[in-house]
Nanobody, 130 residues
């Protein structure tokens, strides 16, 4: 059974860092793109960042470029989201999700829209506040 578990959320001051982890089990991790998504109260879910494995490609939504870095460790079945220079508007529940890379390679648009991401974690709260 495919399972994704997020961790690392919490309260952080503006300008501070936070690192999220998404650990997967129950499927061939290397065959999947893993994405991070977020949803703030009263707002729609948005794609934040994705990382595909073959080829190894990363995508970011414009609002986090230069501040967030996504990475994956296939040996640990884990994807990380390093978030720096956090802003109050980054406050949201962050979810990781998985998308099978075959037969269609993940694109930037698929990442941002969440297209084809059909397995989701339970979410972790990130609050940026002084």
């Amino acid at each position: 059974q495919l399972q994704l578990v997020e961790s690392g959320g919490g309260l952080v001051q503006p300008g501070g860092p936070l690192k999220l982890s998404c650990t997967a089990s129950g499927f061939a991790f290397v065959s999947y793109t893993i994405g991070w998504f977020r949803q703030a109260p009263g707002k729609e879910r948005e794609g934040v960042s994705c990382i595909s494995n073959s080829p190894r490609t990363t995508y970011y939504t414009d609002s986090v470029k230069g501040r967030f870095t996504i990475s994956r460790d296939n040996a640990k079945n884990t994807v990380y989201l390093q978030m720096n220079s956090l802003k109050p508007e980054d406050t949201a529940v962050y979810y990781c999700a998985a998308r099978r890379e075959f037969p269609h390679t993940t694109t930037q648009a698929m990442c941002i829209m969440g297209t084809g991401f059909d397995s989701w974690g339970q979410g972790t709260q990130v609050t940026v506040s002084s």
